[in-house]
């Protein structure tokens, strides 16, 4: 079992920053991926950011630019660094493990989310 648990959500005006924490703990082995997802109201969850177990990383168009992802290792700790906040990332943000190996995973775990909201 993996638990994951996120911090560092909140209320910020736009153009502002936030950084987000999820800390993972349990039988953590042979790491796929490590990204975050965000889900708004009455919208669809969607990938926002990937590092692989390699370190590659992937974004999605809307944050390019702006997020960056990374991984403490040392710490089973993965982060996300938000800059230049918009409105529209105002969503629940979720931290995602997937595990297994390099080109599959046979094991995916979610964290309970945390909440970002920008004001315009």
């Known amino acids: 079992q993996v638990q994951l648990v996120e911090s560092g959500g909140g209320l910020v005006q736009a153009g502002g920053s936030l950084r987000l924490s999820c800390a993972a703990s349990g039988s953590i082995f042979n790491i796929n991926a490590m990204g975050w997802y965000r889900q708004a109201p009455g919208k669809q969850r969607e990938l926002v950011a990937a590092?692989?177990?390699?370190?590659?990383?992937a974004y999605a168009d809307s944050v390019k630019g702006r997020f960056t992802i990374s991984r403490d290792n040392a710490k089973n700790t993965l982060y996300l660094q938000m800059n230049s906040l918009k409105f529209e990332d105002t969503a629940v943000y979720y931290c995602?493990?997937?595990?297994?190996?390099?080109?599959?995973?046979?094991?995916?775990?979610w964290g309970q989310g945390t909440q970002v909201t920008v004001s315009s």
């Open positions: 995602n493990i997937k595990l297994g190996g390099t080109y599959y995973y046979t094991d995916e775990y």
């Open positions: 590092i692989t177990g390699g370190g590659n990383t």
